[in-house]
């Protein structure tokens, strides 16, 4: 029982509704005495990965806690490799960001220090 206990103070967001259902099946699970369900994971787009690698540290808590280090250490590579596939994600995001002026949509350096272009903040001065 106060294993459960301890359970129920594991560290992560309940905010989502994938994980919430992850600790629930993998509590039901402990109780039955089964084996722990796997976390779903996703690589579709960045979304996706940042939640599979929240599902795999969840699913990495419950193993430590069950002292289940072997299981750990496999699900640590596989958290490794999506965290790389994360970071490959968002270099490739972030090239595809532009930055642009709030009134016109006009492209924006990255340099520039206002959120208008000038020809927009000039316009507003023109009589």
């Known amino acids: ?8 103070h594991l560290p992560f967001s309940t905010k989502d509704d994938g994980l919430v259902y992850q ?4 509590m039901f699970a402990i109780v039955r005495g089964e084996e722990l369900p796997e976390p779903v994971i996703k690589k579709r787009n ?3 990965q940042e939640l599979s690698y929240k599902a795999i540290g969840l699913h990495l808590l419950f193993l430590y806690r069950l002292e ?5 250490t496999y699900w640590e590579r596989v958290r ?6 994360v970071h490959k994600s968002l270099k490739t995001e972030v090239k595809k960001m532009t930055k642009k002026c709030r009134r016109c949509g006009r492209v924006l350096s990255w340099e ?3 959120q ?12």
């Open 1 to 8: 029982m106060m294993d459960l206990y301890g359970f129920l």
């Open 23 to 26: 600790w629930r099946e993998t």
């Open 46 to 48: 960045l979304d996706e």
């Open 68 to 72: 289940k280090r072997l299981e750990a």
């Open 80 to 85: 490794e490799e999506l965290s790389d596939a």
């Open 112 to 114: 520039h220090p206002f």
């Open 116 to 127: 208008i272009c000038d020809p927009c903040h000039f316009s507003r001065y023109e009589f």
